[in-house]
Each structure stands twice: as C-alpha cells, then as structure tokens.
C-alpha cells in the first residue's frame, strides 16, 4: 500500500537539471517526505528530506507544494553518475504506533551524455 | 565512519533449504531494519527492532522467517525452509532515532544480500 506515486522511468541529458516528480496527496501533517536513490547493486542511499518548506543539500532540492501533496526532487547538474532508480517515500506511523518507510516502485533517471 | 555491513552478498540455494543473512548496523545505532526487495519493486519492510527488541514484525512470514538481535548491535535473518518466491535483495538498515517517535529518521542502508532460490 505504497503512498506514493512516481513516473516509472525519466531520461536526462548530462548537464541539465534533472526534475523528479512525486505525488503523495493521501500524506498527512506530521509525515515527512524522503528521497533515497539506489545504483544497481546497492543500497538505497540518503539523498533528502522535508515536511512542509523545501530544502536545499549538497546533493539536490526538494521543492514541497503548499498542501504537501506532491513533491519535486531537483538534481541542479546531472552526471552520468546520478543514473538510478529514486524512491519517494513517506514516513509514515502505523497502527501499531511505531513509524516506518513506505517505498512506491521509484523512478528508474536515465543520464544520457 | 563505517557503514552498515551484510554478509553474503549473495547466496544459491535450493528450495526448502536454509539460509540465514547477518548484519552489523553503524555503531551507536539502536534501531535496525531488515527489508525484503523483489526485482523491479521497491523494498519492503519486513522487521524493525530497537535495541534487542522487535518493535514491528507485521510484515514477516512468521512461519518461515525469523530473526533476532543479540546484545543490540548484530542481527541475523533466517529463512526455513526457502520457496522460490524467497528470491529477492535482503536489505539491513539502521538509524539513530527511534521507530517510536516522530520527525526526522535517516536511515542508512547496507549492500544488501542477493538469494536466489533454485
């Protein structure tokens, strides 16, 4: 029951600013938004996170629109280094009480030179 | 700072044998997750314990899976007897905060380890 949605592929060229949607309309207020991104054969990695004001890292952007319901990660420059899948993800609390990711199926960014 | 450790990275076997995974989280990191992912599919939380505790087991096929977290740090997961749809990435993470409070949680993956059930 992932609570996110994202385009299943994207293709960018070397350079540009490479913009990955998210839609996570069902999120509620005190759930924060994730980013991971997976290169093949490895772990999913930390790229960013918010809850209501966009955020700026070393990394990327993360553009949160005003009623939180979907979301944009922004790669200023991509390299062909950044070519993985994305994951959106919210946190979200369960009915045990406990917290946990809920991973959709990502966003396989494609960097062509 | 050394990352989160799994070992193997990858296991053959055949159906309705054992297999079990190990995982050494970041140091200091009380909580620890071990996720499952399918090929195509992203990962799916299957257990998360905090210190030697199980915090939330819902998702793991108890009657096959099991797992276990000694003295808080390592953990190992355990699959008997495998079935084929066992096939997939077993994923460790850990993180600093608690899966009990709210705000912000970065956890930090492992490599993972690749099974492939024949």
């Known amino acids: ?113 | 700072e050394a990352g989160v450790a799994q070992s193997p990275r990858y296991k053959i076997i055949e159906k309705r044998q054992s297999v079990a995974f190990w995982c050494n989280p970041i140091s200091g990191h009380a909580t620890l997750y071990w996720y499952q992912q399918i090929l195509g599919q992203g990962p799916k939380l299957l257990i998360q314990f905090q210190n030697n505790g199980v915090v939330d087991d819902s998702q793991l096929p108890k009657d096959r899976f099991s797992a276990e977290r000694l003295k808080g740090v390592d953990s190992t997961l355990k699959i008997q007897p495998a079935k084929l749809e066992d096939s997939a990435v077993y994923l460790c993470a850990s993180s600093l905060a608690s899966p009990t409070s709210g705000g912000r949680e970065t956890q930090y993956f492992g490599p993972g380890t690749r099974l492939l059930v024949l």
């Not at chain 1, 509620?28 to 918010?50: A, C, F, K, L, T």
């Open chain 1, 1 to 113: 029951d992932a609570k996110t949605t994202q385009p299943t592929s994207m293709d960018c060229a070397e350079g540009r600013a490479a913009n990955l949607p998210c839609n996570h309309s069902t999120i509620s207020g005190n759930e924060y938004v994730y980013w991971y991104r997976q290169i093949h054969s490895q772990g999913p990695q930390y790229i960013i996170h918010g809850l209501k004001n966009n955020e700026t890292n070393e990394m990327a952007s993360l553009i949160i629109t005003e009623d939180r319901k979907s979301s944009t990660l922004i790669l200023p420059h991509a390299t062909l280094r950044d070519t993985a899948v994305y994951y959106c993800i919210v946190r979200v609390l369960t009915t045990s009480g406990t917290y946990k990711y809920i991973f959709g199926t990502g966003t396989r960014l494609k960097v062509l030179a």
